[in-house]
């Protein structure tokens, strides 16, 4: 749709737009504009930006989701939500757009054009991100010619964040509502998803309205949002973004315990020689990120007496930071996969710490790399020259080195002289040893005797994990669940980050209502609880591999990132995992399920021997280590 962005909002009296007459669906492709890439930080917003509005498009169509048929993006964007809905089934198409983003939808998502019948009418269109310009009741009604007989319209329409540009919106969205009516379309609705309003337009009324609908009080609130002048920005954007976000609630106080968090750790100063900084993740979004960093305290010095101050591994390493780490008896960095390009703290260092290679030369006390893993995901561009200088030095003046697996080892000695490789070690994960660190509790056996399977996917670069397998993927998971659930077991879907939750469409199109467990603000005692108490888990994140693990508790990897499949080479288990991307995946899941869940006694026996084989290499570094920041044993 061809919304020119130029022509300013004036609801009543717009000039109306150009209109296409017929909807070309075509590959994507074309050269970046202007030879401009998109960046990593970039694509990695984008696709988690996807997986809401996927969401909330499943959320929308209701069980039509689960009768696949044809839909088409106008002028797509790079957040787009067809990838995902192709794996519902549906086929999926692109028109218009412009050059870089159409080739960078390709590159991120695998995917071309339209498929199958290209002249036959889309049951669904969708236009992201509409500039503030009226449609005319001409055009919307070609629209709705172009559609089938049951056919639904969505547009999309992204809030400014001051008071005047929501008002703005309101109004938009109230005239737009009402030509869509006078264009005969059956029945309009908006609605309130992934920090959007979305206008939707069916052509024959469904028999219930989905989704957060905004009523006439809440879209009169938002039209008086311009006399809101005084108010900040931030909080008018906030509001919005708490009413129209997926779990909009529980993540804005999520992420405001964590703010509190963070500032409470930033406040506690490092006073004394025997101070030890460990910089990682501690105020995570990710369930498995909170494991791990408190795991890896208990595992270098868990004794009442150690005196830890936490610093953010992401935050800006200034000259106080340095001078802050010197007065210490030594830092600690990890565990975690940290050697990973595409977050906004990475321009520095080429990964996640950001210590540019100054200030790394002036720490003089020792340095402890543990537990770290190369972290690259599948069809990501490789690191930049910073990465391999800021390695180079941080190995040179490490202490200790340890990495969490062999395959990482290997990725890592390419870009080391072979006397730097020489000084990586072998330290897997602590929380693959929670049991031996006496973190692990008793397990707890259900009272009506089912046995539980753990469902956990993982939807943050989907593009990359999933490399364009949408439907053999996720129907893969969904029919290992499906087959389960005909066996008699319970489905639980855990969710270490909110966008997890994203498979549950997927399991109902299986026909599997599965339970749903987040464990982003939950406690480590919550978290480890869960996965002491249940009988396998079926995991894309590697925590939900290696805790469960650590807890002695059977593992069915769902392997979508080589740190998987390396974590079950070094444990001497490769059968206990499954390549998402190959072929009948589904039917590769349920064999590899029958084969662990046919004897869950001999699974856990085998368990905790490859367990005993970490720990004893994990009590072989916590000498080394101890002894080189002077704790005692």
């Known amino acids: 749709m061809d919304m020119s962005p130029d022509i300013p909002m004036n609801p009543e009296n717009a000039n109306p737009r150009p209109s ?48 696949p048929g044809k839909a088409i993006e106008f002028d797509p964007v790079l957040a787009t939500p067809l990838p995902l809905l192709s794996g519902l089934g549906w086929d999926v198409g692109f028109s218009g757009g412009m050059a870089d983003v159409n080739a960078a939808i390709a590159e991120t998502y695998r995917t071309g054009g339209a498929q199958g019948d290209a002249a036959a009418k889309p049951d669904l269109l969708l236009s992201q991100d509409l500039p503030p310009v009226v449609p005319s009741e001409e055009e919307l009604a070609r629209l709705s ?58 052509k024959v009324a469904p028999g219930s309205m989905r989704g957060r ?147 790394l030369r002036e720490i003089e006390v020792p340095i402890i790399v543990f537990a770290v893993g190369y972290n690259r995901f599948r069809g990501q561009g490789e690191f930049p020259q910073a990465f391999v200088d800021s390695l180079k030095l941080l190995v040179e003046k490490a202490a200790f080195v340890g990495i969490r697996n062999h395959g990482s080892i290997a990725a890592l000695r390419s870009y080391l002289p072979e006397k730097l490789g020489a000084k990586l070690h072998f330290q897997p994960c602590p929380t693959t040893v929670l049991t031996e660190l006496g973190a692990a509790p008793a397990r707890r056996e259900t009272g009506d005797g089912r046995k539980r399977l753990v469902i956990n996917a993982a939807f943050d670069r989907f593009g990359n994990r999933l490399q364009g397998q949408y439907e053999n993927a996720l129907g893969g998971i969904a029919s290992l669940a499906a087959h389960a659930k005909a066996n008699g077991w319970e489905i639980i879907a855990s969710c270490h980050s909110y966008d997890d939750e994203a498979i549950v469409p997927f399991l109902k199109r299986a026909g599997v209502e599965a339970s749903v467990r987040h464990f982003a603000s939950s406690p480590t005692s919550e978290i480890l609880d869960f996965y002491a108490g249940v009988d396998l888990v079926a995991g894309m994140r590697g925590h939900a591999q290696m805790i469960p693990f650590g807890l002695g508790t059977p593992i069915l990897s769902l392997i979508a990132h080589d740190k998987l499949g390396w974590f079950l080479d070094d444990i001497g288990h490769r059968e206990w995992g499954v390549e998402l991307t190959d072929h009948d995946t589904g039917e590769r899941l349920r064999s590899a399920f029958d084969a662990i869940a046919g004897d869950l006694t001999a699974t856990r026996a085998a368990i905790a021997a490859a367990r005993q084989v970490l720990w004893d290499q994990t009590c072989l570094n916590r000498t080394i280590v101890q002894s080189a920041l002077s704790l005692e044993g």
Request: charged letters at 20%; aromatic letters at 6%; a positive charge.
């Open 213 to 359: 609908s905004i009523g006439r009080g809440e879209l009169a609130l938002w039209s008086g949002a311009g006399a809101l002048r005084s108010m900040p920005e931030r909080l008018l954007s906030g509001a919005w973004q708490t009413r129209s976000t997926r779990h909009g609630t529980p993540l804005a106080g999520h992420r405001l315990a964590n703010a509190r968090k963070a500032a409470r750790l930033r406040r506690k100063a490092v006073i004394a020689k025997h101070s030890l900084v460990h910089f990682g993740v501690h105020a995570p979004d990710n369930a498995g990120d909170l494991v791990l960093f408190e795991t890896v305290r208990q595992c270098i010095d868990g004794s009442p007496s150690s005196d830890w101050v936490l610093r953010d591994v992401r935050a800006p390493v200034t000259s106080d930071t340095i001078e802050e780490i010197n007065r210490s008896r030594g830092m600690v960095i990890g565990g975690g996969g940290l050697f990973l390009v595409d977050l906004d703290s990475s321009s520095k260092s080429g990964w996640q710490w950001p210590c540019p290679i100054e200030s």
């Open 20 to 67: 296409p007459v017929a909807f070309s669906a075509k590959p994507l492709g074309g050269q970046g504009q202007n030879g401009q890439a998109h960046s990593p930080q970039t694509v990695k917003r984008a696709q988690l930006s996807a997986v809401w509005r996927f969401e909330a498009l499943s959320e929308l169509l209701g069980e039509r989701a689960f009768k």
């Open 145 to 202: 010619d172009m559609l089938a007989s049951d056919g639904m319209l969505v547009l999309t329409v992204r809030p400014g964040t001051s008071g005047m540009a929501m008002s703005q919106m309101a109004r938009y969205v109230k005239v737009t509502s009402r030509r869509l009516k006078a264009a005969g379309f059956a029945a309009v609705k908006q609605h309130l998803f992934a920090k959007e309003c979305w206008i939707a337009a069916y």
